[in-house]
């Protein structure tokens, strides 16, 4: 079977810096697969170059049988991928509603788009119950559900959603981990980085460990779960 994304040794710099040295992973349809690893390993960048934000060095990125190399960002949140980006982005003087409708804005099907949006109501009902409310005056948990609902209005093939529990209360950051686990029961296909290693690979079917740019070691999460090496390095087991 073919994966939905396939990426093959591929290599991203900032000038002379190489931040991402070879990788190779792919993502299967409805798995969610996660890229866990300290700051600085080459996650965000990962991520930023399969959206078209950075352009890769070498390597190839296969997303349903297409070439993403060279795509500009717009047309590949328009064949299906879809990035809710590290320190969320909202539109802060909009509205809750406004912010949700521009993540549709490649769209033209005006029933589905209000469709999607009370979906989006459904998965964070704050949201639906401040839907006038300008973005910018909520809590940075509500306003990463609004990122998160916002990504999925153009109704991706593959949602990548990085660092989602970044600066989020505990209670909060389990209400986004619920729902991460909920789009995930309705079949979303998710590439997740996130610095909660153990919520991450709790929910992952897949995982990957980076460190300055390398994966230095995949697995299933259960399996990365019990590593002895990640439970001392991420888990902060002894």
């Not at 949700?100 to 109501?121: E, H, P, S, T, V």
């Not at 460190?211 to 999460?221: D, F, M, P, Q, W």
Request: overall charge neutral; proline content about 3%.
């Amino acid at each position: 079977m073919t994966a939905l994304l396939e990426v093959e040794d591929l290599r991203v710099a900032y000038g002379k810096i190489e931040a991402v040295k070879g990788i190779s992973f792919s993502v299967e349809a409805g798995q969610v697969v996660t890229l866990i690893g300290t700051n600085g390993a080459g996650k965000t960048t990962t991520l930023r170059t399969l959206s078209g934000l950075l352009k890769p060095l070498s390597g190839k990125i296969l997303f349903d049988g297409q070439d993403l190399a060279s795509v500009p960002a717009h047309k590949v949140v328009s064949l299906g991928l879809a990035h809710s980006p590290e320190g969320r982005h909202i539109f802060p003087r909009l509205s809750i509603e406004e912010n949700l409708r521009l993540g549709a804005f490649l769209r033209r099907d005006a029933a589905g788009i209000n469709k999607d949006i009370q979906r989006a109501y459904d998965l964070f009902p704050i949201l639906g119950e401040r839907r006038k409310q300008a973005a910018g005056t909520m809590s940075g948990g509500e306003q990463q559900m609004l990122a998160m609902g916002r990504a999925l209005m153009s109704q991706p093939k593959l949602l990548m959603l990085d660092e989602p529990s970044m600066g989020l209360s505990p209670i909060m950051m389990q209400k986004i981990m619920a729902t991460i686990a909920e789009l995930k029961a309705q079949g979303t296909t998710i590439l997740l980085v996130e610095q909660n290693a153990q919520a991450a690979l709790s929910l992952a079917d897949t995982g990957h460990v980076m460190e300055t740019g390398r994966i230095v070691l995949s697995g299933t999460g259960a399996d990365l779960l019990h590593d002895e090496s990640v439970r001392k390095a991420y888990l902060g087991e002894d």
